[in-house]
Structures are given as C-alpha cells and as structure tokens.
T-cell receptor, first 112, second 113 residues
Framework: ETGVTQTPRHLVMGMTNKKSLKCEQHLGHNAMYWYKQSAKKPLELMFVYNFKEQTENNSVPSRFSPECPNSSHLFLHLHTLQPEDSALYLC???????????FGQGTRLTVV | LAKTTQPISMDSYEGQEVNITCSHNNIATNDYITWYQQFPSQGPRFIIQGYKTKVTNEVASLFIPADRKSSTLSLPRVSLSDTAVYYCLVGDRRVDSNYQLIWGAGTKLIIKP
C-alpha cells in the first residue's frame, strides 16, 4: 500500500467510448503524474501537475485529457482511443518533482 | 532520451549479494540518483536515493564515487522475491525544478534458487 489509489484496476473500452481513470493521494504531495507503460517498453511520462498546475505535456494525443481539481486528485479522461493505447496506466505522486515518487497499482486498459 | 545506462539483464542466486551499476556521465550538479524496483503489472517502488558517497537503508545500499558519473545499487543476500526490474534515474529535486525523471529500460534481475 503506497498511499496512491487508482480506480478502476482494469478497464475494457471500445474505441468510441468515453471513460475516466481516477487517482487519489492523501500523502500531502504537491506533484502528481500520469505514466503509460506498454508491454516491454519503458515508462512514458504523459502529464505532470505541480501544485495543481500542469507543467508538462509530453506530446500526448488529445484523446487523453488530464484534470487535476485539487492537490489530492488526478483524472485522466479518455475518448476515442485506439487499440495501441492499450497499456498499464500508472499514477504517481511526490512531494516535489524529482523527489521520491509513490506509484499506484495502475489501471490495465484494453481498447477493443 | 534517458540520462542513464544500465545492463539490460542480470542473473544471480539466492543468498548472494547483487550489485547493479548505472552509468550517468552527464549528471548535473543538482541531480540526485534514485533507484526503483518494479514487479510485473505493478507500479515502481522507491528503493533508495543519494547524492554522493554511500547511502544505506533497510533494503539496499547505494555507492556513488566522487565524480558521480556512475552509481551502484547493492542488494544484500537476495531472495527469489527480489526478481524484478530495477530502474536507475537521475533528476533535480529542488522545489522549483521543472525537470522530470526520464525512465530507461531498467535492469531485469532474475534470482535463481
């Protein structure tokens, strides 16, 4: 138990669906992240929020839309995804960017 | 592009000490060195972080030479449950830093009975 909770743990969605991934932390951290991990690939940083402000968007397609309503919650809104978007999506938080990150268990997403 | 280079895989046996070396030739003055462990289908877990010389905690030691261009993660008396992927990262941990950690492929460590 890392203190970072992601829901759902598993998600299967069609290419025309709209869904959202949720991440919650009550560690008092100021930075939150979304990562994508495809099979046999390194973690890819998607989005970073530092003090609730988005500070990084690593050329992520617009079909992925993050939302950070407060310092404890982070969402990833998904719409019109492609099969190649199937992956493990990981949320993490840290006191500040670059300090020890705590990861959630991830959401295993399958796009059919 | 990841700022670190580490072996793709390593094998060892239960009860042995395992040392995984990471190269980071372009480490910056404000960068810290951090190691994570990841099991399949789980998020990475922080192991240890250091800036120079030696850091030790309850699970590992981190050795950093004076030039800081490399570091070695040492796992004492490994067990089968230490089979995982180990990542070495460098990054600036200052409060106002905008630098983001870049993850490489990591080292897949396999522990045999």
């Amino acid at each position: 138990e890392t203190g970072v909770t992601q829901t759902p743990r598993h998600l299967v969605m069609g290419m025309t669906n709209k869904k959202s991934l949720k991440c919650e932390q009550h560690l008092g951290h100021n930075a939150m992240y979304w990562y994508k991990q495809s099979a046999k690939k390194p973690l890819e940083l998607m989005f970073v929020y530092n003090f609730k402000e988005q500070t990084e968007n690593n050329s992520v397609p617009s079909r992925f839309s993050p939302e950070c309503p407060n310092s404890s919650h982070l969402f990833l809104h998904l719409h019109t995804l492609q099969p190649e978007d199937s992956a493990l999506y990981l949320c993490a938080s840290s006191q500040y960017t670059g300090t020890e990150a705590f990861f959630g268990q991830g959401t295993r997403l399958t796009v059919v | 592009l990841a700022k670190t280079t580490q072996p793709i895989s390593m094998d060892s046996y239960e009860g042995q000490e395992v040392n995984i070396t990471c190269s980071h030739n372009n480490i910056a003055t404000n960068d810290y060195i951090t190691w994570y462990q990841q099991f399949p289908s789980q998020g990475p877990r922080f192991i240890i972080q250091g800036y120079k010389t030696k850091v030790t905690n309850e699970v590992a030691s981190l050795f950093i030479p004076a030039d800081r261009k490399s570091s070695t993660l040492s796992l004492p008396r490994v067990s089968l449950s230490d089979t995982a992927v180990y990542y070495c990262l460098v990054g600036d941990r200052r409060v106002d830093s905008n630098y983001q950690l870049i993850w490489g492929a990591g080292t897949k460590l396999i522990i045999k009975p």
